[in-house]
């Protein structure tokens, strides 16, 4: 028996199937949009925004990013005038928003890196997101295209190198 709840993305696979090929699936029987549609629909976006500049990168993480390292890729899209480096922790997601009482009717298909993410920011270069208990709420599909982290790589970066 499989189960799915879109909003949360949790996926309760009492089966023999992995969740990647079962998320596969509904990508290929149109339930959920792939890598080409998403990168379209971002590109709508006007230039300049950081929906469009998302649209120009690739995904580079698959999967629920829950309490993943993430360095965003704010360097990679360009939108800042100098290159500044934000890592972050997602803990809590949040589905995308629509008026109360109104039916989940949203046109197939979904959308793929939908929603948003609380994160705890854990690295930073920004004067205005310093470490230190800040928070940043970021969409899902800039984490998808941020880079994971090793948490030893972070300390070597600021400290020097791991001592053991």
């Not at 230039?47 to 990168?57: D, I, N, T, V, Y």
């Not at 890196?113 to 800040?134: N, Q, R």
């Not at 709420?137 to 982290?149: D, F, Q, T, V, W």
Request: net charge negative.
């Amino acid at each position: 028996m499989y189960e799915l709840h879109v909003r949360s993305a949790h996926i309760d696979t009492s089966g023999s199937i992995s969740e990647e090929n079962y998320l596969s699936f509904l990508k290929k029987i149109g339930l959920v949009e792939n890598a080409e549609q998403e990168r379209e629909r971002l590109a709508q976006a006007p230039e300049g925004s950081k929906a469009h500049a998302l649209s120009q990168l690739p995904i580079t993480i698959e999967g629920w990013p829950e309490d993943l390292v993430i360095e965003l890729p704010w360097a990679e899209m360009g939108l800042y005038d100098e290159p500044h480096r934000v890592v972050v922790v997602p803990f809590k997601y949040h589905a995308d928003s629509r008026p109360e009482g109104e039916e989940d009717t949203a046109p197939l298909p979904r959308r793929r890196h939908s929603g948003w993410w609380d994160c705890i920011v854990v690295a930073s270069t920004h004067p205005s997101y310093p470490v230190g208990g800040h928070r940043l709420s970021i969409p899902g599909a800039e984490l998808a295209r941020g880079k994971k982290i090793d948490i030893f790589e972070l300390q070597r970066d600021a400290t020097g190198p791991v001592p053991f």
